[in-house]
T-cell receptor, first 113, second 115 residues
Framework: KQEVTQIPAALSVPEGENLVLNCSFT??????LQWFRQDPGKGLTSLLL?????REQTSGRLNASLDKSSGRSTLYIAASQPGDSATYLC????????????FGKGTHLIIQP | SAVISQKPSRDICQRGTSLTIQCQVD?????MFWYRQQPGQSLTLIAT?????????ESGFVIDKFPISRPNLTFSTLTVSNMSPEDSSIYLC????????????FGPGTRLLVL
C-alpha cells in the first residue's frame, strides 16, 4: 500500500524567499505524481502533473521534480508571495483497482507580507 | 480542465440522519471519485463511481454506509447514511479521464458537521 510523507508539515517564511517542499512515497512503481494546493475551506487546485518518465515540470514560479527510483518529489516555489499561502499536497498515482490518488498530509505554508 | 460543482457546500446534520451530496461536471468524464478529508487529515479515497454499475469501494468503506449513484457521465451522488459525529468531514468529488495519464480535478467540497 502506497504511503506518502510530506516534510515539513508546516512552514512560515517572509515573502520573497525561495522554498522547497518535500514529498516521499514508499512504492516507486508510479505512473505519475500530482502537486495540489488547498486553500482553507476550499477544494483542491492542481498545480503540476509529472509523468513517471519525466524528471521535472515547470509552471510559472513553480517547479516540481521527480526521482521515481528513490521515491521522492520536490516542489520548488520561487520568489514566494502572500498569495502562495495554502496547504500543498503531493499525490502519487500507483494505479490499482480503483484508480484513485494517495495523498500525503500536506505542508501548511504561510508567507508573511 | 473540468468545472465541478457540489451541492450542498456545507450542512449541519443530526446524528442518525442521512445526507446526499451531489457532484455535477460541465463535461463528460470517464472517472469520478469520492474522497473524504477528516479534520486535520489528508484526503482518503472512499470509492470510484462507475457509470451504469456498482461503485468500487476502498477498504474500510461499505455501500450501506456510503451508497453512490452515477446515472450518467456528468453526475454522481454520495449519501452518508446513519450519520455519527465521526462522519464530520469534507467530502470531495473528483474527476479524470484515463487516470494515470492526465490531471485529476477536484470539486470545491462539501463541509459536513454532524451533531
Amino acid at each position: 500500500k502506497q504511503e506518502v510523507t510530506q516534510i515539513p508539515a508546516a512552514l512560515s517564511v517572509p515573502e520573497g524567499e525561495n522554498l522547497v517542499l518535500n514529498c516521499s512515497f514508499t512504492d516507486s512503481a508510479i505512473y505519475n505524481l500530482q502537486w495540489f494546493r488547498q486553500d482553507p475551506g476550499k477544494g483542491l487546485t492542481s498545480l503540476l502533473l509529472i509523468q513517471s518518465s519525466q524528471r521535472e515540470q515547470t509552471s510559472g514560479r513553480l517547479n516540481a521534480s521527480l526521482d521515481k527510483s528513490s521515491g521522492r518529489s520536490t516542489l520548488y516555489i520561487a520568489a514566494s508571495q502572500p498569495g502562495d499561502s495554502a496547504t500543498y499536497l503531493c499525490a502519487p498515482y500507483s494505479g490499482g483497482g480503483a484508480d484513485g490518488l494517495t495523498f500525503g498530509k500536506g505542508t501548511h505554508l504561510i508567507i508573511q507580507p | 480542465s473540468a468545472v465541478i460543482s457540489q451541492k450542498p457546500s456545507r450542512d449541519i446534520c443530526q446524528r442518525g440522519t442521512s445526507l446526499t451530496i451531489q457532484c455535477q461536471v460541465d463535461s463528460q468524464v470517464t472517472m469520478m471519485f469520492w474522497y473524504r478529508q477528516q479534520p486535520g487529515q489528508s484526503l482518503t479515497l472512499i470509492a470510484t463511481a462507475n457509470q451504469g454499475s456498482e461503485a468500487t469501494y476502498e477498504s474500510g468503506f461499505v455501500i450501506d454506509k456510503f451508497p453512490i449513484s452515477r446515472p450518467n457521465l456528468t453526475f454522481s451522488t454520495l449519501t452518508v447514511s446513519n450519520m455519527s459525529p465521526e462522519d464530520s468531514s469534507i467530502y470531495l468529488c473528483s474527476v479524470g479521464d484515463r487516470v494515470g495519464r492526465e490531471t485529476q480535478y477536484f470539486g470545491p467540497g462539501t463541509r459536513l458537521l454532524v451533531l
